[in-house]
T-cell receptor, first 115, second 117 residues
């Protein structure tokens, strides 16, 4: 089955630690995205990548880093510089094209809690 | 800049009643609009999308939405609510980059739907 997987489902971090969230897709999508979700705030874009070895900052990139070494993978690192990282993190992907009608497909999410 | 507003962070209906979730957008160009549903602790699932082929769009699970350009709205409806419809619903609009290439999705803050027995 094609889809997007995220791991782990739950992640606990101590203050001062960096943690990496995994996102893998086998949909042959070009573009991948990371969102942060907090209650009542909708989804906010952290980083996105339209092609391998290239990525751009979203609206709330401070304290986060990403890499895109393979088309299938787009890991997100939450660094110690992110002061309030407790949130639900969602990864998404889609085709990169000039059509605006392509929907994004979402993974199941990772819930990160800072202890 | 494009934006989307969802009126009402929480909507409660009785089972069998009409569901109406409101979404208004601002866009200087023809918009690309989407509705997603999220069940607790899960990712988002596409309900439907506006493709300009028809103003009334039918989606999964009996939901539909009507695009009204004059009102800049894309409200989501379902004639008869079911307990399984309890979830959070997000409206989204896609930006258009300079040159016309596909941009990013901008999401509303979401509306939580509760269904009472």
């Amino acid at each position: 089955d094609g889809g997007i997987t995220q791991s782990p489902k739950y992640l606990f971090r101590k203050e001062g630690q960096n943690v990496t969230l995994s996102c893998e897709q086998n949909l042959n999508h070009d573009a991948m995205y990371w969102y942060r979700q907090d209650p009542g705030q909708g989804l906010r874009l952290i980083y996105y990548s339209q092609i391998v070895n290239d990525f751009q900052k979203g609206d709330i990139a401070e304290g986060y880093s990403v890499s895109r070494e393979k088309k299938e993978s787009f890991p997100l690192t939450v660094t110690s510089a992110q002061k309030n990282p407790t949130a639900f993190y969602l990864c998404a992907s889609t085709w990169a094209s000039t059509s605006g009608y392509n929907e994004q497909f979402f993974g199941p999410g990772t819930r990160l809690t800072v202890l | 800049a494009q934006s989307v507003t969802q009126l009402g962070s929480h909507v409660s209906v009785s089972e069998g009643a009409l569901v109406l979730l409101r979404c208004n957008y601002s866009s200087s160009v023809p918009p690309y609009l989407f509705w997603y549903v999220q069940y607790p602790n899960q990712g988002l699932q596409l309900l439907l999308k506006y493709t300009s082929a028809a103003t009334l769009v039918k989606g999964i699970n009996g939901f539909e939405a009507e695009f009204k350009k004059s009102e800049t709205s894309f409200h989501l409806t379902k004639p008869s609510a079911h307990m399984s419809d309890a979830a959070e619903y997000f409206c989204a609009v896609r930006t258009v980059n300079y040159g016309g290439s596909q941009g990013n999705l901008i999401f509303g803050k979401g509306t939580k739907l509760s269904v009472k027995p």
